[in-house]
């Protein structure tokens, strides 16, 4: 089997006690059927704590003021320091890893939801690399559309090689890939995905670039347009489950700051937060690099996900939406730091945004159902906001 991690996956540690935001607290921790089979079987005092303190009927640990019940006042884990690390459950033992699997290939990454992991994945200055290893261990998978695999997998490293030049601006890098995915998803649908080879040669093509970069330019849109579709994919929120209780609060303040006063003051806003960005090409830079990591991070992630449902087109949308809504957010908290934006604060609006959505199974559908209906996701709309 071939296992796949983004090239700083080794440099993970978890801060424990330290943490700002402890995994451990603010949303439910499921158990896995062989963790519970495990903690069922315990006879001793600390046994008896695990029976008490599990929510046996929704197969997750109890909670008290939001805090897992086993979470002690310095922020330490019980179940780790009174029975040991092999008594964590599935959860807590992966926790921030994120794994997805496919016939022969496991690929790893680190969740944006864990602070430390938000500071590897968006501090990195370098275009991320994957690195692969081999191992003796084989699965095989009776349903795996290997064919369709393949071809996702090729786009893919398109994409990612495409988010990564540099020398093109975040938002052509972002309209093109986008288009891919629309092209590949019309392949899908018309049972054309043999097409996906000269499909790949048409967009890397010399100077086809240049030509669609072109084209990507007649998409930048007026201030109205922009106000209405941001203000749209920010309610996107109000269909979603919320997993942390200060979410709504949070996400609301930021949508007020942003359209609380209408449209021109969104755009005065906007106008005065580019101008803050391009006060220096570091800052510039910057800005276009952490738009950058967090496609490349939301693609790797998600994207041959689509092996299983066949909706790249609804993995790139994600990966598009949720930058724009992480960006977005940024533009807010720097209005309401007074003209500042660090990069903690971009990294926690980044991290917090992550723990919301990407945690959630029924977010992740949901969101896609909306990517599907929606007009503001439509392409042009979506080509619109990109490039506005
Ligand atoms: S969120 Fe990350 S750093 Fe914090 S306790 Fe969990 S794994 Fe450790």
Known sequence: MKITVPHYYSRFQCVAGECPDTCCAGWQIMIDDASLKKYRKRRDP??????????????????????????????????????????????????????????????????????????????????????????????????????????LMDCRDFIISTLQNRELDWNLRTG?????????????????????DSLLERYGRKGAVGKLASRLLAYQIDGESRFDGMKELFGFFDELEVLNAGWPDYIGRIRKVLYGAGESAYETQRQEFYEFLEVSEKRRETWERWSEQLMVYFVFTWFCGAEYDERPYEKMKLAVVSTLLIRETAQALWKEQGGVLNKNVFFEAARRYSREVEHSDLNLERLETLFREEKVCGLDRLLSLVMG
């Open 46 to 151: 600390f046994g008896s704590r695990l029976k008490n303190s599990i929510d046996w009927e929704n197969s997750a640990f109890r909670q008290y003021d939001g805090r897992c019940a086993f979470l002690d006042e310095n922020n330490l884990c019980d179940i780790y320091s009174e029975a040991g690390p092999s008594m964590l459950c599935r959860t807590c033992r992966a926790y921030p890893r994120h794994i997805e699997e496919f016939e022969g290939v496991r690929e790893i990454s680190l969740s944006l939801s864990c602070p430390e992991a938000a500071k590897l994945i968006l501090d990195c200055e370098e275009p991320v690399r994957f690195l692969s290893k081999e191992t003796e261990k084989e699965e095989t998978y009776p349903y795996f559309d290997f064919f369709l695999y393949t071809k």
């Open 176 to 196: 093109i890939v986008l288009g891919l995915a629309h092209d590949l998803q019309r392949r899908i649908v018309n049972d054309r995905l043999y097409e996906t």
